[in-house]
């Protein structure tokens, strides 16, 4: 098993990101709020999953070891794989999901892309033994600064994690329309607008439609 990948970010795409470690490239899928903290040329520590198939091996990269955990955790309910095991990360944060489950939060659950009432209703009883209570973990980026992305191509980097997660070009136009007055709230305020805030932002805009 892999455990983490630790070394100079190569580059970075909309669904996956390239670690050197060694003079050896990895590939790491990871979650758009993942990505967009990683910058090129900058180190990186991802932790990371191995998932091995009979035609590929694919390497899955997280914020924090809590993230792996429950990424690997909520693949043992029925019908998710780690397709979906991510786009639930993409969604929700560890403790968002754990609530979710331990309350019966249906709503919630729901609002992950490919995830419908009885999808949702069988996650929350397999996994209601399994994934405790929230721990609080705070939130922190691959190379251990305060989650923020640059301010510069949030659009971007939110059009390509709506687009990764299964919605339409129009529909990921819309969302990031709804979602401006928050980026600019934030600049105002005189912060960098967060990617993984706006994302989630647009995703329960789109949730309500």
């Not at 669904?15 to 990895?26: C, L, R, W």
């Not at 390497?59 to 397709?83: C, H, I, K, W």
């Not at 892309?113 to 973990?137: C, H, M, S, W, Y």
């Not at 600049?187 to 607008?193: C, E, F, N, V």
Request: aromatic content about 4%; hydrophobic content about 45%.
């Amino acid at each position: 098993m892999i455990a983490f990948v630790k070394g100079k970010v190569a580059s970075v795409g909309y669904d996956s990101a390239v670690v050197e470690v060694g003079g050896v490239g990895f590939e790491v899928r990871a979650t758009p709020g993942t990505l967009a903290e990683l910058r090129i040329g900058e180190p990186a520590t991802l932790p990371t999953s191995l998932v091995v198939r009979e035609d590929s091996l694919t390497l899955y990269g997280f914020a924090d070891e809590d993230e792996r955990t429950v990424f690997e955790l909520v693949q043992t309910a029925s019908g998710v794989g780690p397709r979906l095991a991510q786009a639930i990360l993409a969604v929700l944060s560890p403790d968002d999901i754990r609530r979710a489950v331990a309350t019966d939060d249906l709503v919630t659950l729901t609002k992950v892309p490919g995830i419908g009432k009885k999808g949702a209703q069988r996650i929350a009883l397999e996994l209601k033994d399994r994934l405790g209570a929230p721990v609080g973990t705070g939130t922190h980026t691959a190379n251990g600064r305060p989650s923020m992305s640059a301010a510069a191509g949030w659009r971007d980097q939110v059009h390509a994690g709506l687009i990764s997660l299964g919605w339409s070009v129009r529909e990921a136009d819309a969302a990031i329309d709804a979602v401006v007055p928050l980026a600019e709230d934030q600049l105002a305020a005189g912060k960098t607008p967060e990617v993984a805030t706006l994302l989630k932002a647009a995703l329960r805009t789109l949730s309500r439609a």
